[in-house]
């Protein structure tokens, strides 16, 4: 990157001490602004901290000298100097003096825009969002500059508060060839916007800190007649501008619908829920959480959309490293079965651990024949030496699995232990399940290194990036219904390619219990007879002994594990299980 900053301009306006103390400063070339305040005494900030500069405080000489030095202040407070990037921002007393400065460093970094480059030669609109400080109104100025000099396109700044293209009548040459067109007053931010597109036949329309529903209804208004319009809002995420009335229409409105009975069924929602209006102003929105690591909306409509039903989007994570090298990541957002705190992680879009199996050509590949005939005893006493090895070796291997010899890979031929990605399952219960049954699973927090995904129904019926996902990295998704002991064992089974005993051994009982009590054990042992000795055998139900909700609620799952169904009736205290044949 490329950085031009012309920081001697913005020292020669204040006092001639504090020139001297900045100029010897070790972090000059970091500094982001300096504060002077009437009556305290001056600070400079940097990145890593603030530091006073003079024991003496700020007198109103000091604070007029440095007004003088400076432009016109504008409706919203703030001067320039011309021909540089540096912002002078007033604060005033009631009767409208001048009594504190921020002098704000106003830096051109070339090549910033490294990292969305590939999103800004769409053509499409694109929103920047994050707080003030994270480099917006830079990173708006080299699009400028790149979509003017580089892409030859029309471009017209709207520059309210001269911040863009610096003060003066002459623009600064960060924007290249860009046009800059100057805003009299903050309130007529808008009606410049509109000027700009009905006189200027731009391609691309720039707009700093949208703020005001004016200024959103001109933008919506500039978007629809095809020119591509990039423009910055504050707001850390999406969601701030969703909750925000003013500037909502920014990402297509919202509204409340209400819907008929069978459509609420349908999805699983209230009878009124919200909907976006509209379609957004802006196609891409990219949060500028830090200065080298943005998070990319590729779509505003879907992620909208996504937040209104409740669930979480996966957008693209972009970091920068010190080498200039863009790393792109996929956050993904699993909501966990047993509790359901979402939890947030990012997945990397180059592989971190080479697959196994088939999964590494892609292809199930034959296995390469002995020949017949063999031109020496040597090859052929060496072919058969390895197969002596191979045979002892699997004479002395040790069954821990407690699953058959045949089973030594997954269900896809990945090799053991089994990667697994779990989704919307509870993380505990699975654990519980590897556990107590001795399975040959590993649950990773990387979609990359897993072998498989194991997830519940309806996250992936309402996840379609999760299948994209899958689908691209040849990974099996392996689906239940619920997070549950059962579902979780017979899925983990089910990968692992082993069959299903006939009949409930003891550890499986204990994975059903809470407790461990006597009365939990009687229920189960209650309930397992039942099943394997009357329901399953002579097709009967069977009504149970009255029990509390815990424990009929074990037992529900016990049922479920024989692939059975029961209900509960009656009334308490005599609420018991009925359990139905198959």
């Known amino acids: 990157m490329t950085i031009t900053d012309d920081l001697q301009k913005l020292l020669d306006i204040l006092p001639q001490d504090l020139q001297e103390i900045l100029a010897q400063h070790s972090q000059l070339d970091s500094l982001v602004e300096v504060v002077l305040d009437l009556g305290r005494r001056p600070e400079a900030r940097f990145p890593n901290g603030a530091e006073y500069l003079s024991e003496h405080p700020v007198t109103q000489a000091q604070i007029d000298i440095c007004v003088s030095k400076v432009g016109i202040f504008g409706g919203d407070n703030r001067a320039g100097i011309e021909q540089t990037l540096h912002r002078i921002s007033a604060i005033r007393n009631r009767t409208g003096k001048v009594i504190g400065l921020t002098c704000r460093v106003g830096r051109a970094v070339y090549g910033t825009i490294g990292m969305i480059r590939d ?24 699009i400028a500059r790149v979509l003017a000099d580089e892409l030859q396109k029309r471009v017209v700044i709207i520059d309210t508060s001269n911040e863009i293209a610096g003060d003066g009548d002459v623009p600064h040459p960060a924007i290249g060839r860009a046009r800059r067109m100057q805003v009299a007053r903050p309130e007529q931010q808008h009606q410049v916007m509109i ?49 925000n009335p003013t500037l909502s229409d920014l990402v297509g409105g919202i509204q409340a619908v209400t819907l008929g009975d069978d459509e609420a069924r349908r999805r699983g929602s209230q009878k009124t829920v919200l909907e976006r209006k509209a379609l957004p102003t802006f196609d891409i929105a990219v949060e500028m959480h830090e200065r080298r690591r943005w998070v990319v909306h590729e779509s505003v409509a879907d992620t909208v959309d996504t937040l209104l039903r409740g669930r979480q989007p996966t957008p693209q ?16 957002t699993a909501v966990n079965g047993n509790n359901g705190h979402v939890v947030n992680g990012e997945e990397s879009l180059v592989p971190a651990r080479q697959p196994s199996g088939w999964r590494a050509s892609g292809k199930m590949l034959p296995l390469q024949a002995v020949p017949n005939n063999i031109p020496n005893n040597t090859s052929y006493s060496s072919a058969q030496s390895e197969f002596d090895r191979l045979l002892d070796q699997s004479w002395n291997n040790d069954n821990d699995f407690g699953f058959t010899e045949s089973a030594k890979s997954g269900a896809n031929g990945e090799d053991l232990p089994l990667h697994v990605y779990p989704y919307g399952v509870s993380r505990h219960q699975l654990e519980q399940v590897i556990n107590v049954l001795n399975l040959p699973v590993v649950l990773t927090k990387d979609i990359d290194s897993a072998d498989t995904i194991l997830a519940l129904r309806s996250h992936v019926k309402n996840h379609a990036k999760l299948r994209q996902l899958a689908k691209s990295r040849h990974l099996p998704l392996h689906m239940i219904k619920a997070s549950t002991i059962p579902q979780i064992t017979r899925g983990l089974r089910r990968m692992l390619n082993i069959d299903e005993p006939g ?23 209650e309930a397992r007879l039942a099943v394997e000795q009357i329901v399953i055998p002579k097709g009967q139900p069977v009504e149970l002994l009255p029990r509390s909700a815990s424990v009929r609620k074990m037992q529900h799952e016990l049922v479920e594990h ?12 005599n609420r018991r299980l009925r359990i139905y044949p198959a």
């Open 562 to 573: 024989y692939r059975l169904k029961s209900d509960s009736f009656g009334e308490e205290p």
């Open 317 to 332: 994570v972009r970091t920068v490293d010190e080498s200039g090298k863009v790393n792109i990541t996929r956050q993904l």
């Open 195 to 243: 000027e700009a597109v009905e006189n200027h036949m731009p391609e691309v329309i720039v707009i700093d800190e949208i703020g005001t529903e004016l200024e959103a209804l001109a933008a919506r208004t500039i978007a629809e007649r095809g020119v591509q319009l990039i423009g910055t809002a504050h707001g850390n995420q999406i969601e701030n501008l969703i909750k």
């Open 503 to 525: 009949i409930t051994d003891e550890r499986e009982l204990q994975l059903l219990l809470h407790n461990g009590t006597e009365d939990e054990m009687d229920a189960l042992e």
């Open 119 to 142: 999103l800004v030669e769409t053509g499409k609109s694109i929103l920047m969002l994050g707080r003030p400080g994270v480099g917006k109104t830079t990173a708006l100025r080299e």
